[in-house]
Structure formats: structure tokens, C-alpha cells
């Protein structure tokens, strides 16, 4: 444990009446070694909800988020999974190729490989593109074998500028799943990279790498040379909070204002049955600045369904910052953003449904990311994808409410066959919303009364979210293909073209170049451009 989360844990022991019994049991067996996972009492475990701000970070945080409120016009550029920190998957850019070829390399200005597993991002800020993959790209010799790897590509030239490097957890694939990488999107704002890495460290980066020299507090980084990332800080989640996430660890921070919350990733262990960390929080709020931890929130507990793989939404509902996260129960909780503790929450799943082990059951967790939108909440339930297709929920939620408001805040929502199981986010726009499911469905929705304007089947699964941008709607699926429709009450099928490697994230646009990540190659795609042709069958 570091000094660092030491002092905090005794600010907790000097301030008892800040913390629960459980959050009690769980400092004393960090600040006394007791030994990793041998968990409290179940009787203790009856006493959820915690969160654990001090005073003085509370004060913190406060006065953070209000200059956040306040100041949003004037940061810097920021990128983000989803756009905005309300992750509604829309884009006010314009100029946006409707096709492409990469047979001929017609509207595509550049392409560079990446590892054999690509999941993050592509996010895009002041000039360069970051993405989350695995290290079989081999772009160094020094940095041999399975690793996590977060690159940084010049945004107009495609050159790769540096790599952040991680090595695989001792673990092996319970925690960290091998050849899976960087999974997180990264959050960029300045010069600063936040994102979660496959070790489950928050980490903070130096967006010039080490070409610039090596910043701090971090200095002990293992790779030296000029494309190698520079580690500003970097918060061990497992280390310091017991987190145990299951297979990997993901989740996309949001930062607003000075703070970055994050979900932590608890999960089950490798019998899928017992919670090795039931007492260590899901949800967490850090200083951006050092990687200070403000407040935590443990609320999910004992209730972990399998994993919890899904990023925060932030933004103002009902008069009040909320941070919109997703538990592994299921449950969809608005936390008050200066504190976490719970302004409300919604149980995705009725009452009647069942939680069977590989994915039979009827009960879901949730795996996509909540948008908050017009004082309310998108989101839908889904499962692993190799628990397969089933039917599911997708909720729109009023935001608005207090208190558990499971039965009384639903605008909203479409069940069963006519809504199966997703990971995507959804898409507002125009009063449609654009939302998909893993069994490859695009739904055009009214965003007012969830009717149906019209359904595309991509005959693929859909791991990714639709993205709206300059009147088209894009999607990526499993076997490789883009799907570009005209946004509309109209389905109009624009475009299909095949990128030769599956589609597993979200497509995002910069100054009308379109940045799309596939399973193992990065592309820029501009109107006029012409590359080299790339070839649609490259491995
Ligand atoms: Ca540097
Ligand atoms: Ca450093």
C-alpha cells in the first residue's frame, strides 16, 4: 500500500463517524495485513451504501465540480468516449465521407496497423489519435511479449508518435485476459491521457511521451527510448482499494473540472460464484492533478452478477451534477458528483428474472454506457458476448427523481424480443435515438415514446455504438463491415464497406476526418483523400 492511500485511510480512522461498519472492516484489514479477500462478516455486508468522503476533500470536490459547471467553455481540448461527458454519440462535425474503399484507398488519407485486438478507442485531441490494443504490433523490440498498449498517431500524418507499454498481471487471465490489452478509451484533455490500464491503474499520462523528457512524480517507467510514454501518475486500484476485476479491467474516465471518476471494475472470481472484494468500492472520484483518491462508493457489494465493464456519464439533471454509472447488479445509480453518495437509482431488471451462470438466465447486467440526455437517462442491459444473444431491456429513465425510483421514473421502454442484449450506447439526435444490439439490430427509436421509425439488421454482432455525424449514421460490426444509413425516420442504407477486420468500437470524428479502429488497424477517412490501396483481406 502506498503512503499516499495510507494517509487517507487514516484520515478515515480519525474521522469514524465518516465511515461505514463494512468500509471500517475493510481499512483495518488493509492498515493490519490481513490477508487479501478474506472478507468481513455477511452481517456486515447488510450495511451498503458507503461512500467516504472527509471533510476536507469533500470541500475539494465541491468547489471542483461547481468551477466545472461553470467553466466548461473555457478547458482545453478534451476527447472523450462519447464525445461530451454526457456520452451521447453525436457529433456536430460536418464534411463527412458517406464511402470509402480501402481496395483502392479512395477517401482514406491513412491507415497504420495496430496490435491483433483492438478495443480503445479511437479518441482524438490536439493533433493525435489514442487507441487501446495489445502489443502483437510489436512497434519496439525492448517490449517483447503480452502486453497492454495504449498508442499515440499523429492525426493528419498517421505517424506513430509513442507507446505506453504495460505488462500482464501475475494473475493471469482471472484479472487481466491474455492478448486483450488496452481496453479502456482513453480521456484526453491538454496534455494529459487518463485511462484504465489492464493491471487496473488509473493511469495519467504525459501526452508528449518521454521525447520531451520524463515528468512526474512518476519517473520509474521501464521503457526509456523517445516513443516510449511517460507516466505522470498512476493509481493502483487493486493495491489500493482490493478491487478484484474480473478477466480485465476497462472503464473510460470522465474528468469535469479538476475531478476523474472511473468505474473500478469488481468483479466475480474465477468460479464465477464468490465476490473476492465485496467491501472494495465500484465507483471513485480522483484529484486529476496527483491521483488523489476523494471519494469512493462500494454501494454494489455482494450483488456483482459477473463483471462491472462500463464507463460513467456526467452531466446535469434536475438542477443537479450527476455522475450516471452502472453497476454489475444491474442497477443504474446517479451519484451526487461531489460526494458519490446515491441521488437515485433504477433496477434494470424486473423482479421476476434469474441470473443462470453462462449467460441462460433472464437477469442482465449492464455492460453498455448510460447517456444522460435531457434530464434522463438511456441505457440498456446485456451480458459477456460469449454468453450469446437473449432478450433484454433498454430503459429511458427519468433523471430527475430521488431515492430508489425503480417504479416510478420509467419514461420508458423496450423488453424482450423487442429489444435483445447490448453492449451499445445510444445515439440521440433530432428526436430519434439510434441504438443497437449485440445481435446486430440498429433501432431508430422516438426518443419521446421509444415507436419504432425502422430497424437495420447488420446480420453481425454489434459491439460497438452508432455514431451520428453529419446526417449519417455509422456502425461497425463483427465481420468487418460499416454500415453508413441516412439519419432519418427513413431507413436508407447509404453505404456498406468492408474494413477486412472486425468492428469492436465506435468511430469518431475531427475536424471531418472520420478516425475508425478496427480489430487490428487504425484508419483516417476524409473526403478526397486517397491512400495506398490497403486492401480489404489484411491480417
Ligand atoms: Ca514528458
Ligand atoms: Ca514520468
Not at 478516425?515 to 489484411?538: H, K
Request: with cysteine; charged share 20%.
Amino acid at each position: 500500500m502506498t503512503e499516499q492511500r495510507l494517509m487517507y485511510l487514516a484520515k478515515l480512522y480519525l474521522e469514524p463517524s465518516r465511515m461505514s461498519s463494512s468500509t471500517w472492516l475493510r481499512v483495518a484489514g488493509r492498515l493490519f495485513s490481513q490477508p487479501r479477500h478474506a472478507g468481513p462478516s455477511r452481517a456486515v455486508a447488510a450495511n451498503r451504501g458507503r461512500f467516504v468522503p472527509t471533510l476536507a476533500r469533500l470541500v475539494l470536490v465541491c468547489v471542483a465540480v461547481a468551477a466545472a459547471v461553470q467553466s466548461a467553455e473555457a478547458q482545453d481540448e478534451v476527447a472523450m468516449f462519447g464525445n461530451t461527458p454526457s456520452r451521447n454519440m453525436v457529433s456536430t462535425e460536418t464534411g463527412v465521407a458517406e464511402s470509402w474503399d480501402p481496395r483502392t484507398g479512395a477517401n482514406i488519407q491513412w491507415s497504420q496497423p495496430v496490435g491483433s485486438q483492438a478495443y480503445g478507442g479511437p479518441v482524438v485531441a490536439n493533433g493525435r489519435v489514442y487507441i487501446g490494443t495489445n502489443n502483437e504490433g510489436a512497434r519496439s523490440p525492448a517490449h517483447e511479449g503480452d502486453k497492454g498498449v495504449l498508442m499515440a498517431f499523429d492525426a493528419s500524418s498517421g505517424d506513430f508518435i509513442w507507446q505506453m507499454v504495460h505488462d500482464k498481471l501475475s494473475a493471469g487471465r482471472v484479472n487481466d485476459w491474455p492478448l486483450q490489452g488496452i481496453c479502456s478509451t482513453a480521456f484526453v484533455e491538454g496534455d494529459r491521457v487518463y485511462y484504465v490500464s489492464n493491471q487496473a491503474h488509473v493511469v495519467c499520462l504525459d501526452a508528449n511521451g518521454l521525447a520531451n523528457g520524463n515528468d512526474g512524480p512518476v519517473t520509474s517507467e521501464t521503457g526509456t527510448g523517445p516513443t516510449d510514454g511517460d507516466i505522470i501518475w498512476s493509481y493502483d486500484m487493486i493495491d489500493e482499494l482490493d478491487v478484484f476485476p474480473h478477466n480485465l479491467a476497462t472503464g473510460s474516465p470522465v474528468v469535469v473540472g479538476d475531478v476523474l471518476y472511473t468505474v473500478t471494475s469488481n468483479g466475480v472470481d474465477e468460479g464465477h460464484v464468490n465476490i473476492p472484494s465485496p467491501f472494495s468500492p465500484n465507483f471513485i472520484a480522483l484529484d486529476k492533478n496527483t491521483g488523489e483518491l476523494l471519494w469512493e462508493n462500494a454501494v454494489v457489494g455482494e450483488a456483482i452478477l459477473h463483471g462491472s465493464w462500463t464507463n460513467p456519464a456526467y452531466g446535469i439533471a434536475g438542477g443537479r451534477a450527476q455522475l450516471v454509472v452502472a453497476g454489475g447488479n444491474g442497477v443504474v445509480y446517479a451519484l451526487d458528483a461531489a460526494t458519490g453518495e446515491i441521488i437515485w437509482q433504477f433496477d434494470c431488471n424486473p423482479k421476476d428474472s434469474e441470473w443462470i451462470l453462462g449467460g441462460r438466465g433472464t437477469r442482465n447486467n449492464i455492460l453498455a454506457t448510460p447517456v444522460l440526455y435531457d434530464d434522463k437517462v438511456y441505457i440498456g442491459v446485456g451480458q459477456d458476448p460469449e454468453h450469446g444473444e437473449a432478450p433484454g431491456h433498454f430503459y429511458v429513465i427519468d433523471a430527475t427523481g430521488t431515492g430508489d425510483v425503480t417504479d416510478t421514473h420509467k419514461v420508458w421502454s423496450r423488453d424482450g424480443e423487442d429489444f435483445y442484449r447490448t453492449l451499445s450506447t445510444a445515439a440521440i439526435d433530432d428526436g430519434i435515438l439510434y441504438i443497437s444490439s449485440l445481435s446486430g439490430f440498429l433501432h431508430a427509436l422516438d426518443a419521446e415514446t421509444g415507436e419504432e421509425f425502422w430497424t437495420y439488421d447488420a446480420f453481425a454482432a454489434v459491439w460497438g455504438s452508432a455514431f451520428v455525424v453529419d446526417g449519417k449514421v455509422f456502425l461497425g460490426d463483427e465481420d468487418g463491415d460499416i454500415a453508413v444509413l441516412r439519419a432519418g425516420r427513413e431507413l436508407d442504407l447509404l453505404a456498406e464497406i468492408n474494413m477486412g477486420a472486425s468492428v469492436y468500437s465506435t468511430p469518431v470524428v475531427r475536424d471531418g476526418v472520420m478516425y475508425l479502429l478496427t480489430r487490428n488497424r487504425l484508419w483516417a477517412i476524409q473526403v478526397g483523400a486517397q491512400s495506398e490501396p490497403i486492401g480489404n483481406d489484411q491480417d
